[in-house]
């Protein structure tokens, strides 16, 4: 079996390095192979250099290398012009060859070694789709230790998830998550067509509204600011919002 991890970089120089580490050293199950489509979204800084440069030594892009998890492929394509993160996405899913999908921002909020544990469903044949959720056991606090960060995401993101609950009929807490994780023969039917944030409402829509179940696993992330380089902006709720409602209403 071989996990497919897709991961859409746009100006991430200062993390896409350690990104590519993390990937190639996490374990996987016995037996199982990765690839890396690494898809340079047209960035202005030293990203496609970085990229390069933590590929491992004596690695051309393509072949196989040997890592204590098993094997790893790596491929890096690029977009000439940035044409945002769902056509960076879909460009990935068109290149893989593998049995399961996963997206990975390279901006390092989200641990690779979760891996496993969302894997773990699907090998089960418990569901052909897993949500990695930040929310599943996130409290909301406005202040202490354990505050919650980014507090207007998360009211926008409980609400895009209470909206989904209502159009769709699911149970979901975190439909913004960046991992996704399904089989390719589910990718396969989405037909997906977004080109910036909103593609991560339209695969959600798309999936419930083929029926497929998605089930969550609880995760932790380490959410940056956007002083760190956070990219989405207010508008991206509006877009997510019209989103789940366009696919409700019509078919695709």
């Known amino acids: 079996m071989k996990l497919s991890v897709i991961i859409p970089v746009y100006n991430e120089e200062k993390t896409v390095g350690e990104l590519i580490r993390r990937v190639i050293s996490t374990n996987l199950p016995v037996g ?20 390069k440069c933590h590929i491992p030594k004596g690695f051309p892009e393509g072949n196989m290398l040997n890592v204590k998890s098993g094997k790893t492929k790596i491929r890096l394509l690029s977009n000439k012009m940035n044409l945002g993160k769902g ?17 990975q921002d390279a901006d390092l909020e989200y641990n690779p070694n979760d891996y496993q544990k969302l894997l773990k469903p699907i090998i089960l044949k418990k569901t052909k789709v897993v949500y990695g959720s930040r929310l599943k056991t996130l409290k909301f606090r406005l202040w202490g230790r354990e505050k919650t960060p980014l507090p207007v995401h998360y009211l926008v993101n409980r609400f895009l998830s209470f909206l989904t609950n209502f159009l769709y009929g699911s149970k979901l807490t975190d439909i913004e998550t960046g991992y996704k994780l399904m089989t390719k023969e589910v990718y396969q039917k989405l037909n997906l067509v977004s080109n910036r944030f909103e593609i991560e409402p339209e695969i959600t829509a798309k999936i419930l509204k083929i029926g ?25 709720a509006f877009l997510a919002f019209w989103t789940l409602l366009k696919y409700r209403l019509v078919n695709y």
């Open 32 to 51: 199982w192979e990765k690839e890396m489509i690494i898809i340079d979204d047209g960035s202005t800084d030293g990203t496609p250099k970085n990229v």
């Open 212 to 236: 497929y179940k998605i089930l969550e696993v609880p995760i932790t992330t380490v959410p940056r600011s956007y002083k760190e380089g956070k990219k989405i902006k207010a508008k991206d």
């Open 87 to 103: 056509a960076a996405v879909r460009k990935g899913i068109n290149e893989t060859t593998g049995d399961i999908l996963i997206i």
